[in-house]
C-alpha cells in the first residue's frame, strides 16, 4: 500500500514569511495529491490539490509542487497571516484511488 | 455546503463498554470514512463503505465495526472499549466518483 511521510512536524514562521510543508509517497501509480488544512475544534478542510501531470498549481497565498521523479510533493504559503495557524495534512490514494493515506500533519504556527 | 455531523463532540466511557459513534451527511454522498486521529500518527482509516450495507477494512480496523443501514449515516461501533481507544474519531463522506472528502468535526473519546 502507500506509504506518505511528511516533515517537519512542527514548524513556527513569522508573520509575512513563507512556509513550506514536504510530503513523500511510494506508489509510483499515485495520481493526485491533495492538502488538507484543520483549524482548532474543527475536521480536516480540502485547500488544494494536484495532479500528477502537472508540476505546479497555485490559488492566491497557497501553492502545491510535485516532482514525480522524485515522489515529493510540497506546500507553500507565502505572505503567512495568523489565520494560517493549523494543522496541514498531505495525502496520496492508494486502493485505486478508492481511498486516501494521510501524512502525520504539520502543526504550523504563526508569531505575530 | 456540505454538512457532516458527529453525534457527540466528547465522550467519556468505560473500559469494557460498548460505545457507538455515529455520523450523518446530507449530500446523498455514497462513500463514508471513519478514521482517528492521534498525535503524531496523522488520520488513521479505521474503515470505509461504498455504499448501503457495504463496508471495507481499512488500516487498523482490530476493535472496532461499522453499521450503515442508511444513505446518510454511518456508525462505528467498539464493542469492549479499551484504554487504548482514546483518541479523535473523524468522520468523512465523499461523493462516488470524486476525490474530496468532507470531514465533521470529530469526536473526542476518553477511555478510562
Not at chain 1, 42 to 52: A, T, V
Amino acid at each position: 500500500g502507500e506509504n506518505v511521510e511528511q516533515h517537519p512536524s512542527t514548524l513556527s514562521v513569522q508573520e509575512g514569511d513563507s512556509a513550506v510543508i514536504k510530503c513523500t509517497y511510494s506508489d509510483s501509480a499515485s495520481n493526485y495529491f491533495p492538502w488538507y488544512k484543520q483549524e482548532l475544534g474543527k475536521g480536516p478542510q480540502l485547500i488544494i490539490d494536484i495532479r500528477s501531470n502537472v508540476g505546479e498549481k497555485k490559488d492566491q497565498r497557497i501553492a502545491v509542487t510535485l516532482n514525480k521523479t522524485a515522489k515529493h510533493f510540497s506546500l507553500h504559503i507565502t505572505e503567512t497571516q495568523p489565520e494560517d495557524s493549523a494543522v496541514y495534512f498531505c495525502a496520496a490514494p492508494s486502493f485505486g484511488n478508492e481511498k486516501l493515506t494521510f501524512g502525520t500533519g504539520t502543526r504550523l504556527t504563526i508569531i505575530p | 455546503d456540505v454538512k457532516v455531523t458527529q453525534s457527540s463532540r466528547y465522550l467519556v466511557k468505560r473500559t469494557g463498554e460498548k460505545v457507538f459513534l455515529e455520523c450523518v451527511q446530507d449530500m446523498d454522498h455514497e462513500n463514508m470514512f471513519w478514521y482517528r486521529q492521534d498525535p503524531g500518527l496523522g488520520l488513521r482509516l479505521i474503515y470505509f463503505s461504498y455504499d448501503v450495507k457495504m463496508k471495507e477494512k481499512g488500516d487498523i480496523p482490530e476493535g472496532y465495526s461499522v453499521s450503515r443501514e442508511k444513505k446518510e449515516r454511518f456508525s462505528l461501533i467498539l464493542e469492549s472499549a479499551s484504554t487504548n481507544q482514546t483518541s479523535m474519531y473523524l468522520c468523512a463522506s465523499r461523493p462516488m466518483g470524486g476525490e474530496t472528502q468532507y470531514f465533521g468535526p470529530g469526536t473526542r473519546l476518553l477511555v478510562l
